[in-house]
């Protein structure tokens, strides 16, 4: 497939790659392999010993962390992809023995894979600290694989009207269809969506922490994509006429990234402003979790396998008002990867 290059991939939570151990991930096709130096930088490299095409993660770590030893004939790379160690002959290592090392950078929590050739631009990671920085007890993150092409979690999220119909027990109760979706292009690697709704029910899992449950409530739901696959959401409900400070409110952070055709990494990450605390976590976490895993999930799977390997625009998608911001992400990301294979 082809992917958008110069930009950052979220590659995992940070803390899926503790010292000292390796993980081994497929993003946009190409097998990685993931440590941590001695000083905690970590390295990508592919996962594809240049001798006889092992996987380097079946190997070991060596020198404290900084390489990691092929499992097969002990060549051993460092976190740059050099040669460093041949244990055969007179130890001479040979100009062909390197690995392709990737740009990984630590941030938010997170780990950001640049997949594009040229410098990795830091200056392109979002900040997120809105969320990462959040009390544990307020947060719930967790990590779905999901065999579906990425775009398809955007349309998801990118398209909250879905809450109305698929989720109609917890996070929708209808309200988002009736809205007007509003939407606007923040910037040129972005686009917005917005829906507001005066003076109704919330759904169920705001409503029962707002200040007088059951009754009307002014509430919004909006979503910023960024290329090329991060979703920020923030959602909330507040007494009529009352500011959103007021209000029960969640920022979520939903993040694609593609591992090969048809299947994606997805990893979310949300906050609240209500409802923190151990106990209150482990009753609202559970919640959230089935909804993304036995709702959402399923859906985005039956609805590749209706798809197959067809190209979206190719089975001329009906197009409803409430998706315009998920039309808009698809286009202009069609139109970011067509311009860098232009250039
Ligand atoms: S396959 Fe890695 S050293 Fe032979
Ligand atoms: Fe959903």
Redesign the pocket.
């Known amino acids: 497939m082809i992917y958008l290059r110069n930009t950052w991939y979220v590659a995992g939570f940070a803390d899926e790659l503790p010292a000292g151990r390796m993980l081994a991930r497929t993003l946009l096709d190409e097998p990685l392999v993931f440590f941590r130096r001695p000083d905690g930088h970590v390295c990508a490299l592919a996962d594809r010993?240049p001798?006889?095409?092992?996987p380097l993660s079946m190997g070991l770590l060596c020198d404290g962390g900084a390489s990691v030893q092929?499992a097969?004939?002990?060549?051993r790379f460092d976190g740059s992809g050099t040669c460093v160690h041949n244990p055969h002959g007179e130890g001479v290592i040979p100009k062909a023995a390197v690995v392709r090392a990737w740009s990984v950078v630590e941030r938010h929590g997170l780990l950001w894979l640049w997949a594009g050739d040229g410098a990795a631009e830091k200056a392109l990671i979002p900040d997120l600290s809105d969320v990462t920085t959040a009390p544990e007890h307020a947060t719930i993150r967790g990590y779905l694989p999901t065999a579906c092409d990425y775009r398809l979690l955007a349309d998801n999220i990118m398209d909250l009207t879905h809450v109305d119909y698929l989720h109609p027990t917890s996070l929708g109760n209808g309200s988002v269809s009736k809205a007007r979706a509003v939407v606007s292009e923040p910037d040129e690697r972005s686009v917005h969506v917005a829906w507001r709704v005066q003076g109704e029910l919330a759904p169920a899992s705001f409503d029962a922490h707002l200040p007088t449950p059951g009754q009307p409530a002014d509430q919004w739901t909006e979503a910023t994509w960024t290329a090329p696959c991060l979703m920020r959401l923030d959602v909330g409900a507040t007494p009529v006429g009352a500011p959103r400070e007021q209000g029960v409110r969640v920022a979520a952070l939903h993040i694609a990234t593609p591992e090969v055709t048809g299947r994606t990494h997805y990893w979310y990450w949300s906050a609240r402003n209500f409802a923190i605390g151990e106990e209150a976590n482990a009753h609202i976490k559970p919640m959230i979790e089935r909804v993304f895993t036995h709702e959402d999930k399923p859906m985005l799977e039956a609805q590749q396998r209706r798809m197959g390997a067809a190209d979206f625009w190719a089975l001329k998608p009906v197009l409803l008002r409430g998706d315009a911001g998920a039309v808009r992400v698809r286009r202009k990301l069609d139109a970011q990867i067509a311009f860098e294979a232009n250039r």
Do not use: K
């Open positions: 010993c001798h006889r095409f092992a092929c097969y004939h002990g060549l």
